[in-house]
């Protein structure tokens, strides 16, 4: 009988099967190789397509194709893969989204609007080596969750209180872009008595108000990433809820205030956030966002070289914010099994397919630049992290121009928006942070691209770009 096997045996034998809930599957966690992987990244990062043509690369991983860096793999010790996903209560719409890839013409899924699951089960035979001790073939687990981006930003909110995010908030509108396209709303605010009754129709009239304003600052030209409260914009199951009924007061607050009668305005909004604290985003968090062993960390870089500055340092506050929610440190045995801790990082720029080959440096040099502070806290903690620009799904081929005598590289695909064939020159990215008049300028016009039709048949090396190197990275360790 195999170690594994053994323990598991021993665990029945001892009673382990009566233990609470919480320590069986510390226990178990323990016992076979289980990991769960998190996918972190704001809202169209490119979440949902990673995660979707990860499942599909790793479910044809025995075949060891499509996946030349993922060692495993490519030596040919994966004997069978499996998705589980059907085991969950809320399976991740695979299929759906491959057929969605496969159409003719494929198109990109649509925004994630709920919380969904996918386990696959990767069977391999171990390395030569002490390993092989523990038996000759062994099974992975491979845990991943889908949810829309803009919930991940309500998760820093579990350590404030009402007064403390209202602070945080009136410091982000006292700024630029959002001083100016909330210059209504602040008005708005100004002539409010936050002390006077008010009524369930104020209440939810506001909130509405100040959702509209959300929206529109996540709009083009302005593009902002730090947009709370998230499920303002994604609602899920909370479509016209009350617990949505409430937003931030950004003016300053009279001195008297702890003295607001229960049904002025302030106590509401109060009361309103501490509900949605607790009753959204609290089981949010506990449910699918405390055990993770692995993280990546999905960037769109391109799409603040496009937006410009505002959107850049917008977008680097939200990264960083976001990244405090999460649990970084080394797993000795016990932590593994009771609280794990994620021990490595990718931050990853996506749609790396969108510059041409001889500019995936510059983009890991640019990521780098992006999240460096927060790189460092990971490191201070001794979690391994790197920077790597990839795409999931690639969805343009190398294209030669002749200009000048000259040959330059081009891409060639379909745009998005309105699926014209095009061949273009995107242009460099930079491995310094543009100067404010090169933000302003024209100088970056990265264009979306359509997806390329995806195979029914097996997937190859070239319908990716360094997928590969992530899975190696993220997984390469546990295949022992
Ligand atoms: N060219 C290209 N575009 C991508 C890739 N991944 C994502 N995208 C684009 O980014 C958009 C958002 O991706 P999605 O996975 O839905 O983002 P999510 O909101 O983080 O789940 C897609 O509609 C595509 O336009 C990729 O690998 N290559
Ligand atoms: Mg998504």
Redesign the pocket.
């Known amino acids: 009988m195999s170690l594994p096997k053994r323990l598991r045996t021993l665990a029945r034998k001892s009673g382990l099967n009566t233990l609470p809930a919480q320590i069986r599957t510390g226990v178990e966690r323990g016992l076979e190789q289980r990991v769960k992987l998190a996918i972190t990244?704001?809202?169209?990062?490119?979440?949902?397509?990673?995660?979707?043509?990860l499942a599909r690369h790793l479910l044809q991983s025995d075949q060891g194709q499509s996946l030349p860096f993922f060692a495993a793999s490519a030596e040919g010790r994966i004997i069978g893969a499996r998705d589980l996903s059907q085991q969950s209560e809320r399976p991740f719409p695979l299929q759906t989204t491959l057929a969605g890839l496969q159409a003719s013409p494929p198109h990109?899924?649509?925004?994630?609007e709920q919380l969904s699951e996918i386990r696959l089960a990767l069977r391999y035979r171990r390395a030569p080596g002490l390993s092989r001790a523990l038996g000759e073939y062994s099974t992975l687990y491979v845990d991943l969750i889908?949810y829309?981006?803009e919930w991940l930003l309500d998760l820093p909110l579990l350590q404030l209180s009402f007064e403390q995010w209202c602070q945080q908030q009136q410091a982000l509108f006292a700024a630029e872009p959002r001083a100016q396209v909330a210059a209504e709303w602040l008005a708005r605010q100004h002539a409010i008595d936050w002390l006077a009754p008010a009524s369930d129709e104020q209440q939810a009239r506001l909130s509405e108000a100040f959702r509209a304003l959300l929206q529109q600052l996540r709009k083009s030209p302005h593009s902002l990433s730090l947009l709370q409260p998230g499920r303002l914009l994604m609602p899920g199951d909370l479509k016209d809820s009350p617990l949505l009924n409430l937003f931030p007061i950004i003016v300053p607050l009279p001195e008297n205030m702890d003295q607001a009668a229960t049904d002025s305005l302030y106590r509401r909004l109060q009361q309103a956030y501490e509900a949605y604290r607790d009753q959204v985003i609290r089981p949010f968090y506990e449910d699918h966002f405390r055990h993770f062993d692995r993280q990546i960390v999905?960037v769109?870089c391109l799409k603040t070289l496009n937006q410009g500055e505002a959107c850049f340092n917008d977008m680097q506050q939200a990264l960083n914010t976001l990244l405090h929610s999460f649990h970084y440190g080394r797993n000795g045995l016990l932590r593994r099994l009771f609280r794990p801790r994620i021990n490595r990082v990718l931050f990853a720029a996506?749609?790396?397919?969108?510059v041409t080959a001889n500019q995936h440096h510059n983009l890991d040099r640019f990521l780098q630049l992006m999240v460096e502070s927060a790189q460092r806290e990971i490191r201070f903690e001794q979690v391994d992290t790197r920077c790597l620009a990839?795409?999931?799904?690639?969805?343009?081929t190398a294209a030669e121009a002749r200009m000048d005598g000259q040959h330059l590289s081009c891409l060639h695909g379909h745009r998005?928006d309105n699926g014209e064939e095009i061949a273009l020159f995107p242009g460099e990215v930079p491995v310094e942070l543009p100067r404010a008049e090169d933000w302003n300028s024209d100088r970056f016009r990265f264009v979306?691209?359509a997806?390329r039709p995806l195979p029914a048949g097996p997937l190859r090396p070239e319908h990716?770009?360094r997928l590969d190197q992530a899975v190696e990275y993220l997984l390469g360790d546990l295949f022992r």
Do not use: E, M, Q, Y
């Open positions: 990244g704001l809202s169209r990062s490119g979440k949902t397509v990673f995660i979707s043509t990109w899924p649509a925004s994630t889908d829309p981006g999905l769109d996506t749609k790396a397919d969108h990839l795409a999931s799904l690639r969805a343009t998005k979306d691209f997806p990716h770009i």
